[in-house]
Structure formats: structure tokens, C-alpha cells
């Protein structure tokens, strides 16, 4: 669904964008269009592929739940510097 919301409209181009092989992207082009995610339209005769509204209101809920889980997974960070540090600048810029 990435691949066609980024502009991929065609299998092969859907298939390449997503690294996979001919048989895995047919098998998950006729899952997505089963499901209702992903519609197709006929253009100058050739088959070309779009995403439904549920589609994109997939796409757009998966993308927030990933979004959220990558940041609770980052480390978190101290943002007080630890008072040694602070005590070495002052004697580092101290005139004398």
C-alpha cells in the first residue's frame, strides 16, 4: 500500500518498490484488492492500481502506530548535564 500511495500504479512497478518477487506482489495485490484496500482502474488498456478510501485510512493508521512504537523505542536521554560537566566549563572560562 506504500508503494502505490508513493506512486507505484502498476505491478511491476508496485513489485519492485516493495522488493518483492512477481509471485509475492500478484498474491498481495489480489489480497489488498479483496479486501478493499486498494481499487483498480484501466488506463490507455492497461491495468493500473490505487488506493480505496479505507485504503488510506489504513495506510494512515499503520504509519501512526509505527511512527509511535519507534519513538518508545528510542533511548531516552538525560537533558540535565551532570554537575562536573558544568563545573569544568565554569573552570575552563574562569579568568584568572
Do not use: C
Amino acid at each position: 500500500m506504500k508503494a502505490i500511495s508513493e506512486g507505484a500504479t502498476r505491478q511491476t512497478q508496485i513489485m519492485h518498490h516493495s522488493n518483492l518477487s512477481w509471485s509475492f506482489a500478484r498474491t498481495f495485490v489480489r489480497i489488498l484488492e479483496r479486501q478493499g484496500l486498494i481499487s483498480t482502474v484501466m488506463l490507455k488498456g492497461k491495468r493500473n492500481f490505487i488506493l480505496s478510501e479505507r485504503g488510506k485510512r489504513a495506510l494512515a493508521a499503520y504509519t501512526a502506530v509505527t511512527t509511535v512504537l519507534e519513538a518508545e523505542s528510542l533511548p531516552k536521554r538525560d537533558v540535565a548535564e551532570p554537575e562536573s560537566s558544568v563545573e569544568n566549563v565554569r573552570q575552563i572560562t574562569r579568568k584568572d
